[in-house]
């Protein structure tokens, strides 16, 4: 709650209190925005290798509520608060500066560390081998979002209300109140310890379990690929200290499988060979990079709406009939609409689809971020639309402006998107993962947000850069914090623009992915899978006894008696 209140009000308490322009403002505000995002790959790497997620969630709590106690205390005191400037971009300087930047920095780390590792610790709460439960993890996603999306809807109305008003001098209070409700939450996380399924994390660095397959697929790089998979080298059960499930081997990325020969006369050690389900660790993350790549212009998007269709509503008309309706509590929008359609979605749809699907999650993950790419660039035309309506009545009529609620409509397609994307992104890297690897890989969906920040503030900077050389008035498309003199609506159209191009540039992403369990089928064939031994042994009897004796002995699955079952002799 208090993060999303502050996140979608900082555009204006940069502007109006700290004295940043229009650009300055929306960059200060995505800048943070990727930080925090990027930073839970640091909570999902120490959940998954040096603490459980449950004291991972704690500690960086604690970083994120002192954030916020600096935050009340800066907005309180006007020693720490700049004055104004005139014709600076910002006019924080010397220890102002140093106070303001370190809140924001300790902010990012304690709300990236805790997304990094919180939603992965709910989805351990939920045995995906157990059918209900595994029914269970589709919904818990989806009821995720729904919890977080409730909390946003307070911050966003009551906090920001609190924040801006009489004449923005109030922030302090909006500070607090988020200070003492975050502390709170994690009060009521605390309480609830002894309920939770903990996973112990396995104390071996997953950063270093890829680097080790990379430097020794190098090393290897002249070496000829084995006639057969069943080559390669594997942990046998009784020689394995891991419960964790093997993995079968896949033919995409052989050039990764050289890391599992064994040299002549060399005996196995980390730094020079390893193991098939190691090599597939890789394979698997590998395969996840292009579809985190194309969900980045997707959060540009959403950094737009968070910052310059805030400052359209500062200058739009903010009554509904006597009450006036802070233009920051304008993002209320989508969440409203997330909130009424989540469950619709969760108790309605899956069911039904899921009776011809047969997938737990009615749909795959991937088809629901594709749904939510294609309503993105819808959003951004609408919202460009609605821009040149309303700079039109602003320079037709200034005292008559248009309703703020023209906004509603690129808010609430882009909430819709935002409830199929980021919910279909969370179980798909979830779900995906390979074992001690579930937080790192979940903050995957985080980094695409966090990237597109990053992205938002680029495009900010290279267009108002290349615009301002072409332009004849010599000002680039958002210079200045007058947007009736700007051309954010331009700015918009090259959003839904390259929205459009990188939907298909997904669909073939999608379409080449091969999902590592084969519950999701899209159009590239089955992953291979592990089966029960009993049911593996009766089904070859192509393979020679011999030959499949070795087989089950090279591939057994660690504590379930389960072997691999692919075709191991294709040759280079």
Excluded at 100 to 117: E, H, I, N, P
Excluded at 282 to 306: G, H, W
Excluded at 318 to 338: D, K, M, N, R, T
Aim: proline letters at 5%; hydrophobic letters at 45%; glycine letters at 8%.
């Amino acid at each position: 709650m208090g993060f999303v209140a502050n996140m979608v009000s900082l555009v204006l308490y940069f502007s109006y209190k700290l004295y940043f322009d229009l650009s300055t403002s929306a960059n200060t505000l995505t800048n943070l925005m990727g930080s925090t995002y990027l930073l839970s790959i640091v909570g999902g790497f120490i959940s998954d290798t040096y603490f459980n997620r449950f004291q991972t969630c704690v500690i960086f709590g604690t970083l994120e509520v002192l954030a916020l106690a600096m935050m009340t205390i800066q907005a309180r005191t006007d020693s720490l608060l700049p004055k104004t400037c005139g014709g600076k971009s910002s006019c924080l300087e010397g220890g102002v500066a140093v106070y303001f930047y370190t809140s924001l920095c300790l902010m990012a780390l304690g709300v990236g560390g805790v997304k990094g590792a919180l939603a992965p610790l709910g989805a351990d709460q939920f045995d995906p081998k157990d059918p209900k439960e595994a029914k269970g993890l589709a919904s818990y996603f989806n009821w995720l979002l729904l919890s977080s999306v409730v909390g946003s809807s307070i911050g966003v109305t009551v906090i920001v209300w609190v924040s801006t008003n009489k004449n923005n001098h109030n922030w302090w209070k909006g500070f607090l109140i988020t200070a003492v409700a975050t502390f709170v939450g994690y009060v009521f996380l605390v309480v609830g310890k002894p309920f939770y399924r903990l996973q112990a994390p396995k104390g071996d660095s997953p950063l270093s379990r890829i680097a080790q397959v990379i430097v020794v697929a190098v090393k290897n790089s002249g070496l000829p690929h084995p006639e057969s998979c069943s080559e390669l080298y594997e942990i046998n059960e009784k020689d394995s200290d891991s419960t964790g499930p093997k993995i079968a081997h896949t033919e995409q990325f052989r050039w990764l499988d050289k890391a599992a020969i064994v040299q002549p006369n060399t005996d196995p050690s980390p730094w020079k060979s390893c193991t098939v389900t190691q090599v597939e660790e890789v394979k698997i993350l590998t395969r996840m990079m292009p579809i985190l790549a194309s969900t980045i212009i997707l959060n540009t998007c959403m950094a737009q709406l968070q910052t310059f269709s805030v400052q359209q509503g500062y200058r739009m008309e903010p009554h509904l009939g006597s009450f006036q309706v802070p233009a920051a509590s304008i993002p209320v929008i989508p969440l409203l609409f997330i909130i009424i359609l989540v469950p619709i979605y969760d108790r309605v749809f899956v069911p039904f689809i899921r009776k011809f699907t047969k997938n737990p999650s009615g749909i795959t993950q991937l088809q629901r971020v594709g749904v939510g790419l294609v309503l993105s660039t819808l959003s951004m035309s609408v919202a460009a639309i609605v821009e040149v309506k309303r700079k039109n009545r602003s320079l037709e009529n200034p005292a008559e402006p248009i309703s703020l609620f023209w906004l509603a409509f690129q808010y609430g397609i882009f909430g819709i998107a935002d409830m199929f994307t980021l919910v279909g992104l969370l179980e798909f890297f979830y779900k995906e993962a390979p074992e001690g690897m579930k937080s790192l890989s979940t903050s995957f969906a985080w980094i695409s947000q966090s990237f597109g920040y990053f992205l938002s503030s680029v495009f900010v900077d290279t267009i108002n850069s290349v615009t301002k050389r072409v332009a004849p008035s010599g000002k680039g498309w958002l210079h200045g914090q007058d947007l009736d003199r700007n051309n954010l609506n331009l700015f918009y159209w090259f959003l839904a623009v390259l929205s459009g191009l990188n939907f298909f540039n997904y669909l073939y992403w999608a379409t080449w992915y091969k999902y590592k369990s084969g519950d999701g089928e899209n159009g590239v064939g089955k992953a291979a899978v592990a089966v029960p031994e009993a049911e593996m042994i009766g089904s070859l009897p192509f393979l020679k006894a011999a030959a499949a004796e070795e087989e089950v002995s090279k591939a057994a699955n660690g504590g379930g008696g389960y072997v691999v079952v692919e075709e191991c002799n294709r040759k280079e």
